[in-house]
């Protein structure tokens, strides 16, 4: 390996006098066997496994396997030779090589940036440290079919083998979206999360979503240091987010900061496709939200399985996988990378977003006239919130910048039917509410 190198010296004192005393002298330069990360280790190369290997224990070993080595190529006599082994704490080479460590800048290539299948072949220059226990293969998946077709319609099992796929496809990490498994308990959520789970074996992280969307969440970013491709939390609550600039920005996989406990932030680009179980709906606080465009909501029918076949059906998923990846790779494919780009999920929005709401109540009225004027719009505003027991109305100038995102166009001042009239909305977007065009 080439950021040390095994030097020989003789004792000159002490109780190893006059023995050879073989050691590990660590090279200050950039390596192609080492990756350093926030002051601290990263990978190694292990040629025997012909894979990164991102286990720091795995140093000693590696390091060790060389010198003793070199002790017998070299016909050193054991006898009068000692090896300063790095697994041997009191010989000072471990301490000495952590110490290295965090005086090194930073040196990496992210690893594991496609999916890696057990039938896969890597070299070096590929940057793998893990595989799949499993090869991708068509085959069929009887036991899925029959769990996904009882727990999801048609569409919604479409759009989590459409994510799914988008990952073994390795174009996750171009797509700006997340996956909200949304439905009562026991509806199947951690059912299908559990066989993702099992897809990508060393490829997921759990994570923690309410840190990441609540002002308190300092360390919320940890989860993501080995910058997985699939980060999942089975039961969350986005009812209340004090902030969704991170959500969005992991999201949208977008550069941020990586704060570990003990350790230097570190920027990191992220890939992980987020998915996410949750009872409550996830909150919407107004048209222009970034969660709108990233979010895809997926409801379970309600539909049980009877606990016995249910648990025979699980069991056999893990003789299905090859097949499953391969099914879902097939969907991606066929309906590509951009099939949800537009979608919006209109039941989130109203649910949770009361001005939507208001639109959507007064939707005819705005879609027949196709513009109004911030005195009407204000005035039906202020009735259906009367009507809706609604306390904490928006004022009028922050209704009035609220209801330019419904309206294409805004006029300071626009002559309508020879009358002279102030702050004017035209060109009502009923396309946010596409099941209501004709």
């Keep these: 390996m080439d950021f ?23 090279i200050v330069g950039k390596s192609s066997d080492l990756m350093v990360r926030g002051k601290g280790f990263y990978a190694i190369w292990n040629e025997e496994k012909g894979l990164w290997d991102t286990d720091e224990y795995s140093v000693p070993q590696l390091i060790d396997e060389e010198l003793n080595n070199y002790v017998k190529t070299h016909a050193l006599g054991s006898q009068f030779t000692v090896v300063q082994s790095l697994r041997s704490f009191n010989s000072g080479s471990w301490r000495e090589f952590k110490n290295y460590m965090t005086l090194l800048p930073d040196n990496y290539v992210q690893l594991d940036e496609q999916i890696t299948f057990a039938n896969t072949e890597v070299k070096k220059s590929d940057f793998v440290s893990r595989r799949l226990p499993y090869s991708l293969e068509p085959g069929k998946a009887e036991a899925y079919d029959e769990i996904m077709n009882t727990l ?200 949770t977003d009361i001005f939507a709401n208001f639109i959507e109540y007064y939707y005819d009225e705005f879609r027949a006239d196709d513009s109004t004027t911030l005195v009407n719009a204000y005035d039906l505003y202020v009735k259906w919130c009367n009507a809706s027991e609604i306390q904490h109305k928006l004022p009028r100038h922050k209704f009035r910048e609220e209801l330019r995102s419904y309206f294409h166009t805004f006029h300071d001042r626009l002559e309508v039917d020879g009358e002279r009239k102030r702050s004017v909305y035209t060109g009502f977007k009923h396309e946010k509410f596409g099941v209501k065009a004709p």
């Excluded at 040390?4 to 660590?26: H, Q």
């Design 152 to 351: 999801y319609s048609p569409d919604e099992r479409q759009k989590l083998e459409w994510a799914v796929g988008s990952i073994i496809a390795g174009e996750s990490k171009k797509i700006q979206k997340f996956i909200v498994l949304y439905g009562d308990p026991g509806s199947g959520k951690s059912t299908f999360l559990n066989i993702v789970q099992k897809l990508f074996a060393g490829y997921f992280e759990t994570f923690d979503a309410e840190a990441l969307t609540s002002s308190g969440g300092g360390f919320s970013t940890a989860a993501f240091a080995s910058n997985p491709m699939v980060a999942i939390q089975h039961d969350t609550d986005l009812s209340r987010i004090d902030k969704n600039t991170l959500l969005n920005s992991i999201a949208s996989h977008e550069e941020i900061i990586i704060n570990e406990k003990y350790k230097a932030g570190y920027p990191m680009r992220l890939n992980a496709l987020l998915f996410v179980g949750t009872n409550k709906p996830v909150k919407i606080t107004d048209a222009k939200s970034g969660i709108i465009r990233r979010l895809i909501d997926v409801n379970p029918t309600g539909n049980l399985i009877p606990t016995d076949r249910y648990h025979v059906l699980v069991n056999r998923i893990d003789f299905e996988l090859g097949a499953i990846a391969s099914r879902c790779l097939e969907v991606f494919q066929t309906l590509g990378k951009d099939y949800y780009a537009n979608y919006r999920p209109e039941e989130m929005i109203l649910q």
């Design 4 to 26: 040390y190198k095994i030097t020989e010296k003789v004792a000159t004192s002490g109780e190893n006098k006059g023995m050879t005393i073989v050691s590990p002298s660590l």
